[in-house]
């Protein structure tokens, strides 16, 4: 990432709403971090329970399944789980299953990935500054849609993954105007509905709150 991105040009509307976000964010964490540890502490007590994941997760934890899971605390809901199109495995309870091989398809165009690699975050803490993140934040501002959707991952996919789709998801709210977005702990409960356990660790919560004070400092000094 040597070279600078390029800078965003904000409306009026977009400086009033980053403005007003600013401002309630930055209070928030300078003045009531107790408050943000509450919410932290409120999402951790409302986490999916064993049973309500066995419960949800049914194909993950079939005996021909199971062993394809890294973690096996961490297991796809079956609502949403991404489900193989074709297996050479004929039996039905396992054909369809994500696992970590390689799957062999034809193609007949191809397709162009940019990926964006982060080596220095570290598993289940936060990157010494803010400053890299936002500079793949940045980077994605610039992209078209037509290039297609964003794909976000780590080891597990759930502790820097939710902490970054976090950060991006607000930041791309309030630009929209929506102010809901100010609500943090709500954005991580629902990514949680989704994907269990999106956002590991207090100090990545309170890096989201960082995060997102810094790229708005930044985009209403523009």
């Not at 400086?15 to 409120?42: G, P």
């Not at 690699?117 to 500079?135: C, I």
């Amino acid at each position: 990432m040597a070279e600078s991105c390029p800078r965003m040009s904000l409306s009026h509307v977009q400086v009033k709403n980053c403005t007003e976000a600013l401002t309630y964010l930055k209070d928030k964490l300078i003045n009531n971090l107790h408050l943000i540890l509450q919410d932290f502490a409120h999402l951790e007590a409302n986490m999916i329970t064993p049973t309500e994941m066995r419960r949800r997760s049914t194909i993950a934890l079939q005996p021909l399944n199971f062993n394809k899971n890294r973690y096996t605390s961490i297991l796809p809901f079956d609502e949403n789980r991404v489900i193989l199109r074709s297996s050479t495995d004929g039996r039905s309870e396992a054909h369809d299953y994500i696992n970590a091989n390689y799957c062999s398809i034809e193609l007949e165009e191809a397709s162009f990935v940019l990926h964006v690699h982060y080596n220095e975050w570290p598993d289940e803490g936060v990157p010494k500054d803010t400053f890299a993140v936002r500079e793949i934040l940045k980077r994605l501002y610039h992209l078209p849609p037509n290039l297609g959707p964003i794909v976000v991952h780590c080891s597990a996919g759930i502790g820097r993954t939710g902490t970054y789709c976090t950060i991006h998801n607000t930041i791309q709210r309030i630009l929209a105007g929506d102010l809901s977005a100010l609500d943090i702990a709500n954005t991580v409960s629902v990514f949680r509905s989704q994907r269990i356990g999106m956002l590991q660790t207090q100090d990545q919560y309170i890096f989201c709150y960082k995060a997102i004070i810094d790229e708005l400092e930044d985009l209403v000094s523009q």
